[in-house]
């Protein structure tokens, strides 16, 4: 009744209990309290669909499941689609849409509808401290995350596994990540780990870390850090892919203090900078800006021996639902580069 009766812009704060699906269409900010949970069946627990541009919808602190199809489908959304500090017990598809996934509180951890945990077709999407973990059926191959239909997927500080086991035992592994058609920035130090489902038969069956379609367009970029883990005697990624060095970023924000970090051993210097979401706009590939024109920095300085520059900086008090996107400049050997992104609520 609350979303019924909302209008873009509108917070709804949800009390803990258990609700039923239901559908968002404009731009409104579910704030979950601790204790929310959201369950459905034959549709998504939580539909998302046609949000205008220049709207944005938030999801967060909540626990959603679905025992048949998708928890969360989100499709033809020109605005954003922000999802934070929640537990997805089921899949997440975006079609055509702009997606962030951030916060290491998400897992989307073992589907009970058979399925990648995320599928992206078409479309943008990044995940910060994320997990990605399906179920698969035997015979089927059924990565974490499959990238479709021309979609982009940037990931930092993930975890993503293929199917760790069929429903009947057979003789296919699953990787971690299949691109079908689209574009893979994997960043992150070794604490990212993208993994092939384990064997289900003796033998030399196995699977990829990342399996690339022969698609000419298609467009992986790994970082060297990212801890890729093959299965059967497979290489880590089958198909095209470059490996570059890629700096990742992450961010907290606690007792009105915002703590951002970036991850740029391979660089010299860095700037973070934090402002207003805005559309992916290309850059120097293979990672887009994200963050809009009127931005402040946070800080600037050299990275240390360990890698890494970081910087606090206290926030003033901010309305509800205030979301701002991060994003950091790496003075490298190759120019200037950008680091992954983050959305993150300031509020």
Request: net charge negative; aromatic share 4%.
């Amino acid at each position: 009744d609350a979303i019924a009766a909302s209008a873009p812009g509108d917070i709804v704060v949800v009390r803990p209990g258990t609700y039923s699906q239901f559908t968002i269409t404009r731009g409104i900010q579910i704030l979950g309290e601790p204790g929310v949970r959201v369950a459905g069946f034959h549709a998504p627990s939580i539909a998302i669909l046609g949000v205008p541009s220049g709207e944005r919808v938030v999801l967060s602190g909540l626990n959603v499941t679905n025992l048949n199809t998708y928890s969360i489908w989100v499709t033809g959304c020109r605005g954003l689609v922000h999802l934070e500090g929640s537990l997805i017990e089921g899949l997440i598809g975006t079609y055509d849409s702009t997606l962030s996934l951030t916060d290491n509180r998400i897992a989307v951890d073992m589907a009970i509808a058979p399925g990648s945990a995320l599928d992206v077709v078409g479309g943008e999407a990044i995940a910060t401290r994320c997990t990605f973990i399906p179920l698969g059926f035997s015979g089927l191959e059924v990565p974490g995350i499959r990238i479709r239909s021309n979609g982009g997927v940037v990931l930092g500080e993930c975890t993503v596994h293929g199917a760790p086991a069929p429903i009947v035992p057979g003789p296919t592994a699953s990787a971690a990540i299949v691109v079908d058609w689209g574009r893979l920035t994997l960043a992150g130090t070794t604490a990212s780990t993208v993994a092939a489902g384990p064997l289900t038969v003796t033998g030399s069956i196995g699977a990829p870390a990342i399996r690339v379609s022969g698609i000419a367009s298609n467009l992986v970029i790994v970082a060297p850090s990212a801890n890729l883990v093959p299965s059967g005697g497979m290489p880590a990624v089958l198909g095209a892919w470059r490996s570059i060095p890629l700096a990742s970023l992450g961010a907290s924000f606690t007792g009105r203090v915002l703590t951002a970090t970036v991850q740029a051993p391979h660089a010299s210097y860095a700037m973070i900078v934090a402002g207003p979401y805005d559309r992916p706009a290309p850059w120097l590939l293979p990672i887009d800006l994200w963050v809009g024109v009127q931005n402040i920095a946070l800080g600037a300085g050299p990275i240390d021996p360990s890698g890494a520059y970081s910087v606090s900086h206290p926030i003033p008090a901010l309305p509800l639902g205030t979301l701002a996107a991060l994003q950091a400049f790496i003075l490298d050997p190759t120019g200037v580069t950008l680091s992954t992104p983050m959305l993150l609520r300031v509020d």
